[in-house]
């Protein structure tokens, strides 16, 4: 292996791992590195679809009894498929090409206590019915691999970890943090979130719950979401390193609006717009909402408010100007029932009765439709909202891939898009096509998008997609809101600028040269 691994650790969820892994991936892009992210597993209904790659690092044979998707290194391809947002954006910031060894291991929750395993982008029935904790022999090998590889076709890999690597209950399971950072030898970064409080505990525990092989992997404290004098925290860095021998290199101030967009939780539960607010967009948070990620541009759109909605309450005070927006959803009619139970079923169906512009994604699309049927077992069956003349069937093959589409005339509040080439991506089992009884009394529902990607009611107020990505493509930012966002390659470059300025001198370069204690 050639390549120098860095690795993200946390002392909880939502320490800040995903974005200092992004923001390292930029820095040491910028010093004319070749780097890739890595995150061995990642739990997440946020992804996206990368494209087949091809492998030039495989020399060796696959571990006796190892069940590798692709084939195996013989073969010098990887299948396109699914991996998590946060890896996919962290390639990009690595001036990388995003592929599925960036993240083997893709856990998509479904239910409480079920999730679909994507396993080197592709879904495995297999593994998504085995208990989780006997998954770990099994993908183990095909997580090494994947990071041997990159490994060796790599000057640094930026590894992210998950949750904390201290769970002593995880531990004898553990393929995301610790046996990851031994096997690459990673020089770690152990992130605390301070405004949460007892940073200097939680950073401390974790440390002293580490064996003594991973404690020496340790190589730095990170202070995250800093809020005043940072000069009020001594003596407790020194303190720290006195109990430990790890310093603290950075402590980074709070930054509300970086541009990135979120991985696992939905943005602030209301927006603050940029200058006069002219439009409210209203996007349901269902409980398996996926893909909110692509709702980050929105948020920047001058005079836009984002605004997250669970309750009927929330939607009585919007104009027939305001969007609703239903997004996608790993659970289609587990979502549908649960809007019903919070009268949001009603609350959209008013919304649209007024005229008020609806627009469905992916998941969303299906329910705005008159039913979902699912002769498969693989989402369940139920009435639609009846708001698209439409109908889904569930299929076992999944349609995951990368589309380039232009929308054919469409009217009312979406008229702006007519003529305009889009890009996206596809991620569904359900495959939509309009009622063959409606059709035929002449409620036929209007194609706006080629091969079933896009459909309109009669009235024009109701558009359902399956595309991904819709509001990520400048093009129809332009022709939606005639201004454009900041850019990803901006935000990246604004990541790593904050973390060259916040980390203690030459910290960054040194380790990746090895030479920061202890």
């Given amino acids: 292996m050639r390549a120098k691994a860095i690795m993200v650790l946390g002392t909880t969820s939502g320490a800040g791992k995903s974005w200092l892994t992004t923001a390292l991936c930029r820095y040491y892009a910028n010093q004319g590195l070749k780097v890739a992210p890595f995150k061995a597993q990642n739990m997440s209904n946020n992804a996206r679809v990368v494209a ?32 998590g947002s946060a890896q996919y954006f ?12 960036m993240n083997p291991l893709l856990l998509k929750p479904e239910k409480d206590t ?39 076709e790599n000057d640094v890999v930026v590894i992210e970890g998950a949750g904390s690597p201290a769970e002593i209950n995880l531990k004898d399971s553990d393929i995301v943090n610790m046996r990851v950072a031994l096997h690459a030898h990673a020089a770690c970064l152990l992130v605390t979130d301070i405004d949460r409080g007892g940073a200097f505990a939680h950073l401390y525990g974790t440390w002293a719950m580490l064996d ?12 995250n979401k800093f809020r005043g004098d940072a000069t009020l925290l001594a003596p407790g860095p020194q303190m720290l390193q006195n109990l430990t021998s790890v310093p603290t290199v950075a402590t980074l101030p709070m930054w509300w609006q970086h541009g990135l967009p979120e991985e696992d939780g939905v943005f602030d539960a209301s927006s603050r717009a940029t200058g006069t607010v002219t439009k409210t967009i209203a996007v349901i948070a269902y409980p398996r909402i996926s893909n909110l990620d692509e709702f980050q541009p929105l948020k920047n759109v001058p005079g836009i408010r984002l605004q997250w909605v669970r309750s009927p309450s929330e939607l009585a005070g919007l104009s027939p100007a305001d969007w609703v927006i239903l997004p996608g959803s790993k659970h289609t009619s587990g979502d549908l029932d649960w809007l019903r ?24 699309l299906q329910m705005l439709g008159e039913a979902l049927i699912d002769t498969h077992g693989i989402d369940g069956n139920g009435p639609g909202l009846g708001l698209l003349p ?24 979406w008229s702006a898009l007519s003529g305009v080439m889009v890009r996206g991506y596809e991620i569904h089992h359900g495959q939509t096509a309009p009622h063959s009884a409606m059709a035929a009394a002449g409620d036929l529902a209007q194609a706006v998008l080629p091969e ?30 005639g201004a454009g966002t900041p850019t990803l390659d901006s935000v990246f470059e604004g990541l790593a600028g904050y973390i060259d300025r916040h980390f203690e001198p030459s910290v960054l370069n040194e380790l990746i040269a090895g030479r920061v204690a202890p």
């Fill in 390 to 413: 439409v109908v889904t069937m569930f299929e076992p093959a999944k349609t995951v891939r990368h589309r380039e589409a232009g929308f054919t005339a469409v009217s009312g509040p």
């Fill in 114 to 152: 079920q999730s679909q395993v994507i396993l080197m982008g592709q879904v495995n029935t297999e593994l998504s019915r085995m208990a989780w904790r006997g998954r770990s022999a099994s993908v183990w090998p095909v997580i090494a691999q994947a990071l041997d590889e990159l490994m060796a």
């Fill in 52 to 83: 087949p790659t091809l492998v030039a690092s495989r020399t060796t044979l696959p571990p006796e009894g190892a069940n590798f998707p692709w084939g195996g290194p013989a073969e010098n391809c990887v299948p396109g498929g699914e991996i």
């Fill in 452 to 481: 079933g990607l896009g459909w309109q009611n009669a009235a024009g107020n109701v558009l359902g997609v399956y595309l991904h990505g819709l509001f990520e493509d400048p093009a129809v930012l332009q022709a939606l809101f």
């Fill in 341 to 364: 139970a919070q009268g949001l079923d009603r609350a959209v169906a008013e919304h649209a009765g007024r005229g008020g512009a609806v627009l469905g994604i992916c998941g969303g």
């Fill in 212 to 223: 003594n092989a991973e404690q020496k992997l340790i190589k730095g404290f990170v202070l």
């Fill in 90 to 101: 962290q390639a990009l910031a690595a001036r990388a090409v995003p592929e599925v060894r």
